[in-house]
């Protein structure tokens, strides 16, 4: 357990007594954003008293609690990219299961036979456990037997993670109807507001020395607002087969982004085609261009805003105009 200080300790406070609970876990995003985070536990008396209670152990045995009583739990991961969200999902979804395999094999022994008669298997964690898109969890969770730990990853703000609105109704049908799926269920998201939860935790930072996480545990008061309680300490965890899922996935991401950006392009070289004569035909029937690019580009930018576009982005608008004039949809006489 941490060493509990006083708020004469506390007081005391310096980033060079390697020895002082506060200061230990030093983080590993950015050296800025780890500068804010010491600034934050100086200046926040809530934060300083979440860090001094250690309460891993109790937080470990409250989930295996409410396996045995109430058969499932629901965990909001919230905190930067980076921060080690989905290596404390994933350590919680392996420590789970392997109590709920335990169980089986003593406590629950009597019970085995009947699982397994109707699921036809047990629990199982592996990396289709973990989702990165809400097609994916969907799928998963209508696919999962009782006890099963199922993770959506939604580290990436994007169209592929955000999904169809139906799906994202199902999703919210699952968080409200946990207590009769009796699956667990985790999620790592930026925010928590579109979350409820029994559990909300803050992925803060990490011990690069003995290879853990440090998350801040929240808990909702009566008026739903979150309040920092304590702090929970996880070993890094990635399961087998997750950093080739992840990689895919990031590569079928930056397919579809690319794809989207070019629709974009489009629509905005249409429009352009579609207000100005940008291209004129010789006597010999051939294109030409009559506005510089430079004019083009200002237009865009007077249209779509200053900032909108980098000049990387202009060029493959003018790209696309180029090649949209040259399919003949957009041909234009000079006399016209």
Partial sequence: MAKELSLR??????????????????????PYYNWIHMQEVRENEELQKALLYDTTDLFL????WRIQKEMNFLIIHSGQQGSGKSSNAQYIGVYITDFILDLFEGKWNDRKDDFLQKWKRLPKFDASNVCMTRTEFVERVQTSIPLETVIFDEDQPTLIGIGSKLESETESRFEKCLRSTQI???????????????????AFDKDMIRKKNRALVYVKDKDGFLNMKSNVKFPYTYIPGYKEKKDEYNIRLKDIQERDNLNIYAKIATWVLDNFDVYVEDDKGNLRQQMKNETIKNVIKNKFGERRFVDGQLKQIIGQMDLLTNMEKYKKSETK
């Fill in 9 to 30: 300790d506390i007081a005391k406070f310096d980033e060079t007594d390697k020895k002082c609970e506060l200061t230990k876990y030093k983080g590993s995003l950015s």
């Fill in 184 to 202: 667990n269920l985790q999620f790592c998201s930026p925010s928590t507001e579109e979350h409820v939860g029994n559990y909300y935790l803050e």
């Fill in 61 to 64: 045995h409250d989930l295996k």
